[in-house]
């Protein structure tokens, strides 16, 4: 059973590689953190390897891609070598994975309920009858006002914002202990953008789950999340407390939070980032716990 | 005297029973040489609106006048050399089998333009791109050079007023800085008139004076940007939209 | 030394970070494209059966040993390897080796000709049709959907019926019966990209309609056509090699190759090698175009492309 002194994830030392014609191209280049019991948020811009964490917790990176570690543990478990059979069944199980627009993560030709009971029934033995009740009361906790009728509904007749909540009831019912959610309201209207973080906020803490929180805003991610890892260049460059982001040193992080058009403090001109390429070279920090 | 007056604007799409309203009994003015906002989320009109202006939806009606002469259903060559567009997605609005150069030639070439290399040249710095991005192709660059060609071409014909839809919504936050920073400077230089489109307040309050706000097809209100940035709206969707972009950030 | 030299410092110049002329810019990409091509080694092995197959066209009269045309009943009919005739000799006791050769002139020149014909006409009328959209569309839409109703070589069958046999004829009814897939790809490639920002970013700088088809939309519809035509060549010999066969084709005295098979029909069951060399040489001149346009897909195809 699970312990509660034990990480929900390990990883030492992570490197994401592809091989390309002009030589191996570093996604991730040797990150080491770990993931409680917490929220934990991953920033960075494109390019940061953000996203190619994220995949590579669940080993979902495509061929050519490979990746390498010194360790990579979940719930205490090795999961860097073990067969792909037993990952798909930690995929779902123990850690789930919200992408970032729901018009391409959900099925076209299956209604949301059948995609929500298929879900759980993968995971766990139930019948169909005690699968739609409980896809109906998942729906009912994100908040979709008439789940009897979005039960039955294409994902094409939903909004964008519904979809999404919809993808987090289909991530969370199997009951997994981590959710990853990769951008997951970058597609999403600013006002609907916290109602569905919110939600998701609500479920990971009643859950007691670990949640990696991927985005490109600072702001936002500071939010929701108790510990910031902020990426560059496939390296860890700063962590920090979300309270205390604004008093991260690092000139990246300050030039992140700095060039956002602020609307309250309006400025003349807004912050450029100079990048200094020693920053590129810097060693990872180490977000072990 | 106003770059841009709009009256009474409806665009629609389809016709009898599928026909869809997007944009609804539109009207404003934008006086010459000021940056014009346009707010709402998405199908809220506020693309179609500037698509219209630009001439790439043919289905509207009401009153459109550029610098005082009104807008037909066919635009005039003295329309492109007035108004240009820089579009949302840097890496779709270049062709992916040109080079910067030839992009930029050939535009020079359609406005009747002689000294086309010099040209060129300037544009490229213009927008801070050295000589040395003039023979690469779109895939060679970042979504942030992209996009400063994507000006640069827009800036070729010396328009007087720049649509601009949602143009650093692609783009990362610090490359985001630099291209705002970049259009209040060819703002100020040019003397140009901005008629922005956004979903992002922090944006449009950092670079509008004037600011429109759009719910579905309609313009609920318009407000000075002191007044957003006081959170003094009237509208109660105004007041929703600033609470949740002012909520994300606390 | 200074041979390596300067292929080190032209490989540099290719592959410049910042090419300084448009020329550069143009021969960078191509020498991008040649090296994922070449790193595909299938397609490099369909490339080479097609250099050596036009090679063997070029130097025909060099490499034949007998005159294609020369009979010689005492010697009909003889095996592969007897007295100099590599692959034997046929009913006339003509050299098959010879005949070989100069049939790969008849087959490369009916290639280039519908490679020529048929692509172009279907990239003129579907990115037409795709771009002006409404009537214009219906129209063409519906008068390709007429071609593609008929069965391919019945089409051409009737063509040729209706021109009169011979080569020239049979190209020219491959070709008009082969357009309409090419219509209908361009059609649908137009469809995407005419509602592409930078379509609408050159309509607003003024160019007109004939300016967009053929140097915006043209250059990127071009390369998937290449693809498909290439893929479709092997159909296209096969097609050749058909009307031959049918006697609608080449005429007898010429070494076609599919014209050959049916002479070679005949003696199939005794004499195999009459009508299985010929055939061999289709099936390596199919196979080597297909494995090159799969290697081209993987350059050219826009979607893959550009990362």
């Excluded at chain 2, 997605?89 to 062709?95: E, I, K, M, N, Q």
């Excluded at chain 3, 300067?6 to 810019?25: G, V």
């Excluded at chain 3, 959209?133 to 109703?149: C, E, K, N, Q, S």
Aim: charged content about 20%; glycine content about 8%; proline content about 5%.
């Amino acid at each position: 059973m699970t312990d509660a002194s034990t990480n929900l994830l390990d990883i030492e030392n992570l490197w994401v590689r592809f091989p390309t014609r002009n030589g191996i191209f570093d996604a991730v280049r040797g990150i080491s953190f770990s993931l409680g019991r917490e929220r934990l948020g991953i920033v960075g811009e494109s390019g940061s390897g953000k996203s190619m964490t994220g995949r590579a917790i669940l080993r979902l990176i495509r061929k050519p891609g490979f990746i390498t570690a010194d360790r990579m543990e979940m719930d205490g478990e090795d999961i860097l070598n073990v067969p792909e059979t037993r990952m798909r069944k930690l995929r779902g199980h123990k850690a789930s994975m919200i992408m970032q627009d729901p018009k391409f993560s959900l099925n076209p030709v299956m209604t949301v309920g059948q995609q929500i009971t298929e879900a759980l029934r993968t995971h766990e033995k139930v019948s169909k009858a005690e699968a739609r009740k409980r896809g109906l009361a998942m729906l009912d906790r994100v908040a979709i006002r008439e789940p009897e009728r979005v039960f039955d509904l294409y994902p094409h007749e939903v909004s964008g914002g519904m979809g999404q909540r919809i993808m987090i009831a289909m991530m969370l019912i199997p009951g997994p202990e981590i959710l990853i959610a990769d951008e997951p309201t970058s597609a999403l209207d600013v006002s609907v953008q916290l109602q569905v973080l919110e939600i998701m906020d609500e479920l990971v803490r009643e859950r007691g789950m670990g949640l990696i929180f991927i985005s490109h805003d600072l702001n936002l991610v500071s939010k929701f999340c108790d510990r910031i890892v902020i990426m560059y260049a496939g390296r860890i460059v700063e962590v920090c407390e979300a309270g205390k982001l604004h008093e991260a040193t690092h000139p990246y992080t300050r030039g992140l939070l700095n060039s956002v058009p602020d609307l309250e403090h309006p400025r003349d001109r807004l912050e450029v980032l100079q990048r200094d390429p020693a920053w590129r070279e810097a060693p990872s920090v180490s977000a072990l716990l | 005297m106003n770059a841009l007056e709009i009256k009474d604007l409806n665009v629609w799409f389809g016709d009898g029973a599928a026909r869809t309203d997007a944009v609804k009994h539109v009207s404003f003015d934008v006086a010459e040489g000021a940056s014009f906002g346009l707010v709402g989320e998405s199908g809220s009109g506020k693309s179609t609106v500037l698509r219209a202006i630009a001439g790439l939806v043919p289905t509207w009606s009401g009153e459109m006048r550029v610098m005082g002469e009104p807008l037909g259903l066919t635009r005039t060559p003295k329309f492109y050399k007035t108004v240009q567009m820089v579009f949302q997605d840097p890496y779709a609005s270049l062709h992916p089998r040109q080079t910067v150069d030839r992009v930029l030639s050939e535009v020079l070439g359609l406005h009747g333009f002689k000294d086309i290399d010099s040209r060129i040249d300037k544009l490229l710095r213009d927008v801070g791109l050295g000589p040395g991005f003039r023979f690469r192709y779109p895939h060679q660059l970042s979504g942030g050079q992209r996009q400063r060609v994507a000006i640069a071409r827009a800036l070729a014909p010396e328009p007087r007023v720049l649509l601009l839809d949602e143009p650093t919504s692609a783009l990362d936050v610090s490359v985001q800085a630099e291209i705002l920073n970049l259009l209040a400077d060819l703002r100020a230089e040019h003397g140009l008139t901005y008629i922005m489109v956004s979903h992002d307040l922090g944006v449009v309050g950092h670079l509008c004076g004037e600011i429109a706000v759009m719910q579905t097809g309609e313009v609920v209100e318009v407000l000075g940007v002191e007044k957003m940035r006081a959170l003094q709206a009237e509208h109660p969707y105004t007041k929703h939209l600033l609470e949740s972009s002012i909520g994300a950030v606390r | 030394m200074t041979a390596t030299a300067d292929k080190q410092s032209m490989r540099e110049w290719l592959l410049a970070e910042e090419p300084t002329s448009r020329r550069q810019a143009r021969a960078a990409a191509w020498y991008q494209g040649w090296l994922s091509f070449r790193s595909n080694t299938l397609a490099m092995v369909g490339l080479i059966i097609l250099v050596f197959l036009i090679l063997c066209a070029i130097f025909a009269p060099l490499l034949a040993t007998n005159d294609p045309f020369a009979q010689d009943l005492a010697a009909r009919l003889k095996p592969p390897g007897w007295e100099g005739h590599f692959f034997g000799t046929d009913s006339l006791g003509r050299d098959i080796y010879s005949r070989l050769l100069y049939g790969a002139r008849i087959s490369i020149y009916i290639v280039l000709l519908v490679a020529m014909v048929a692509p172009l006409l279907g990239l003129v009328i579907g990115t037409i049709s795709g771009y002006m959209g409404g009537w214009v569309d219906v129209l063409l839409m519906r008068f390709t959907d007429i071609f593609l109703a008929f069965p391919r070589l019945i089409l051409a069958l009737a063509f040729v019926a209706a021109l009169g046999a011979g080569i020239e004829n049979a190209v020219l009814a491959i070709s008009l019966t082969a357009w309409p897939p090419y219509a209908r790809i361009a059609r649908a490639e137009t469809l995407t990209i005419r509602n592409s920002d930078y379509i609408h970013a050159i309509k607003l700088q003024g160019a007109g309609t004939a300016r967009i088809i053929t140097r915006h939309i043209w250059p990127l519809c071009i390369s998937s056509l290449v693809i498909r035509v290439t893929l479709d060549m092997a159909g296209i010999i096969l097609t050749a090699a058909g009307l031959g066969f049918l006697g609608l084709g080449a005429q007898p005295p010429s070494p076609e190759w599919g014209a050959m098979i049916s002479e070679g029909r005949k003696y199939i069951l005794d004499y195999w090698w009459v009508a299985t060399i010929p055939g061999l040489a289709i099936f390596a001149i199919s196979l080597a175009f297909n494995l090159l346009g799969d290697g081209l897909r993987d350059v050219l195809d826009p979607k893959e492309g550009g990362q």
